[in-house]
Antibody
Framework: EVELVESGGASVQPGESLRLSCAASGFTFSNHWMTWVRQAPGQGLEWVANIRIDGTEKNYADSAKGRFTISRDNAENSLFLQMDNLRPNDTAVYYC???????????WGQGTLVTVSS | QPVVTPSSSTSASLGSSVRLTCTLASRQSNYIIAWHHQQPGTAPRYLMKIEGSGAYTRGRGVSDRFSGSSSGADRYLTIANLQSEDGGDYFCETWDTYTSIFGGGTKLTVL
């Protein structure tokens, strides 16, 4: 069974950094694109970034460009999101998810909460 | 960049059927979309993908009460024999080579 478990969410002040992690199991991690999706309180889903199976291609939403970096470690079945210069409007639950160009985002983690506030 | 527009929030009675709509931009009318369901306080759950042809594939473990169809730029999610646990938000998603986009969500209330 596919399982995605995020960690690293916390309450931070504006301008600070945070690194989210996602531990994947139950599938061949190195065969799948992965993605981060976030959801601000009471709002809809917002795609943040995705990464190719080998990490050689990374794409970002405009809101994440220049501040967030997605990466992966296929040997450790792990996905990461480095978030720098955090802003209050980055406050959201961040979901790690598996993505396929045929299926879409087909498995979700349980999410980890990031709160940015002074 | 892809664009999806969800239908408005709706309500339906227990045991009835409901159809939700996700509309693609006309220039993207052949795109595949995915539907996701989210109950309050929980993570989204993948339901299915729907192709422009109307062919759909449910996610593992998704009830056969959920079905999909397509007409032009519209992608439909039909839920038969509504159950209380079907309430919540439904999001559609589409994507291109580089990005994904989620529609704003449709709230379904089961009466």
């Amino acid at each position: 069974e596919v399982e995605l478990v995020e960690s690293g969410g916390a309450s931070v002040q504006p301008g600070e950094s945070l690194r989210l992690s996602c531990a994947a199991s139950g599938f061949t991690f190195s065969n799948h694109w992965m993605t981060w999706v976030r959801q601000a309180p009471g709002q809809g889903l917002e795609w943040v970034a995705n990464i190719r199976i080998d990490g050689t291609e990374k794409n970002y939403a405009d809101s994440a460009k220049g501040r967030f970096t997605i990466s992966r470690d296929n040997a450790e079945n792990s996905l990461f999101l480095q978030m720098d210069n955090l802003r209050p409007n980055d406050t959201a639950v961040y979901y790690c998810a598996r993505f396929g160009f045929v299926s879409g985002t087909d498995h979700w983690g349980q999410g980890t909460l990031v709160t940015v506030s002074s | 960049q892809p664009v999806v527009t969800p239908s408005s929030s709706t309500s339906a009675s227990l045991g009835s059927s409901v159809r939700l709509t996700c509309t693609l931009a006309s220039r993207q009318s052949n795109y595949i979309i995915a539907w996701h369901h989210q109950q309050p306080g929980t993570a989204p759950r993948y339901l299915m993908k729907i192709e422009g042809s109307g062919a759909y594939t449910r996610g593992r473990g998704v009830s056969d009460r959920f079905s999909g169809s397509s007409s032009g730029a519209d992608r439909y999610l039909t839920i038969a024999n509504l159950q209380s646990e079907d309430g919540g938000d439904y999001f559609c998603e589409t994507w291109d080579t580089y990005t994904s986009i989620f529609g704003g969500g449709t709230k379904l209330t089961v009466l």
